[in-house]
């Protein structure tokens, strides 16, 4: 059983940075960050598998956000930088144990397991 908790959520003003975490254990594939903002439906933000390779990131964060996982703790990282008020959402940490076969890793059906969520929060 896969258990996903996220933290590091905040406000912070545009232009700021935050770093999001997000304690896994269990047998882990691939993982992701999602977000959705009030009114709008839940989008991808980046995504990476467990090893470290593949990460993929949305347009709208490229070159601002980072994806990282540090194994020996069993964490997944998001690294925000030069946040907007646009980035302002529910951000979910997700993951898959499932291997092999196609999977397009920016799908929400490509994930099994579901964080609670952590607030962040960009004011202009």
């Known amino acids: 059983q896969v258990q996903l908790v996220e933290s590091g959520g905040g406000s912070v003003q545009a232009g700021g940075s935050l770093r999001l975490s997000c304690a896994a254990s269990g047998d882990i594939f691939y993982m992701g960050w999602f977000r959705q903002a009030l009114g709008k439906e839940r989008e991808v933000v980046a995504t990476i598998y467990t090893n470290g390779a593949g990460a993929m990131y949305a347009d709208s964060v490229k070159g601002r956000f980072t994806i990282s996982r540090d194994n020996a703790k069993n964490t997944l990282y998001l690294q925000m930088n030069s946040l907007k008020p646009e980035d302002t959402a529910m951000y979910y940490c997700?993951?898959?144990?499932?291997?092999?076969?196609?999977?397009?890793?920016?799908?929400?059906?490509?994930?099994?397991?579901w964080g609670q969520g952590t607030q962040v929060t960009v004011s202009s």
């Open positions: 997700a993951a898959q144990s499932t291997r092999g076969g196609i999977v397009d890793r920016f799908r929400q059906y490509a994930y099994t397991y």
